[in-house]
């Protein structure tokens, strides 16, 4: 199985501050895609973001942006102006084996008012 | 949103039963996901479909089958159910070859199994 590492189970930032939430990951392939999903309270799952491995420029999706770092192996989300309805967990999931996805173990995140 | 529903959303069930539980698409996508959360583990993969009668294995995929008849439904069956069965499923769809393989999420099913 592929490695997907996300080494912070729970995180906590002031409400309008910023916060990065990791992940690594272990792949041989050279194309591939990378998720962030958020998980709120209802369980439904949530596409937060999506980086191409091909592309160097790192992906933004109006507060939620990436630093992808490939050579690392490393996908991490950067939450600026944090908002209350941003708690969640939120999942990492490099998309490396063609048909199969590896999830991390999630990050909680709370967030302070 | 993407058409997925799962159902039963809620199961209460004793060990030894057998369980069906089911996603239905309405997004013609042809790859289908089965996957379970625990605490600390995340989603795993249990079984994916990429087509009509076309499934395979994924990570933790003992004590589960699954089945395909049409492209809108997939069956996930426990044969003999266990406690440590007992999690939250989830059935997601993608339609890979497209400009991202973004993966859509069902609401999931929490099972128990006492």
């Known amino acids: 199985a592929q490695t997907v590492t996300q080494s912070q189970p729970e995180m906590s930032v002031q409400e309008a501050e910023t916060v990065t939430l990791s992940c690594t990951y272990d792949?041989?392939?050279?194309?591939?895609?990378l998720f962030w999903y958020k998980q709120p309270p209802s369980r439904q799952m949530i596409l937060v973001i999506r980086?191409?491995?091909?592309?160097?420029q790192n992906a933004t999706e109006n507060r939620f942006s990436v630093n992808f770092q490939k050579a690392a192996k490393s996908f991490s989300l950067k939450i600026s102006d944090s908002q209350l309805g941003d708690a969640a967990m939120y999942f990492c999931?490099?998309?490396?084996?063609?048909?199969?996805?590896?999830f991390g173990t999630g990050t909680s995140l709370t967030v302070i008012p | 949103d993407a058409g997925i529903t799962q159902s039963p959303r809620h199961k209460v069930t004793e060990t030894g039963t057998p369980v069906t539980l089911r996603c239905h698409q309405t997004?013609?996508?042809?790859?289908m996901y089965w996957y379970r959360q625990d605490p600390g583990h995340g989603l795993r993969l249990i079984h994916y479909?990429?087509?009509?009668?076309?499934?395979d294995k994924g990570e933790v995929s003992d004590g589960y089958s699954v089945s395909r008849s049409k492209t809108e439904d997939f069956l996930l069956t426990l044969e003999s159910a266990t406690s440590s069965q007992t999690s939250v499923y989830f059935c997601?769809?993608?339609?890979?070859?497209?400009?991202?393989?973004?993966?859509?999420f069902g609401p999931g099913t929490r099972l128990t199994v006492l």
């Open positions: 997601a769809i993608s339609e890979r070859g497209a400009d991202y393989n973004e993966q859509f």
């Open positions: 792949t041989s392939e050279s194309d591939y895609y």
């Open positions: 980086q191409e491995a091909y592309k160097q």
């Open positions: 999931a490099p998309d490396q084996t063609g048909n199969q996805f590896y």
């Open positions: 997004e013609n996508h042809r790859y």
């Open positions: 479909s990429y087509g009509v009668k076309d499934t």
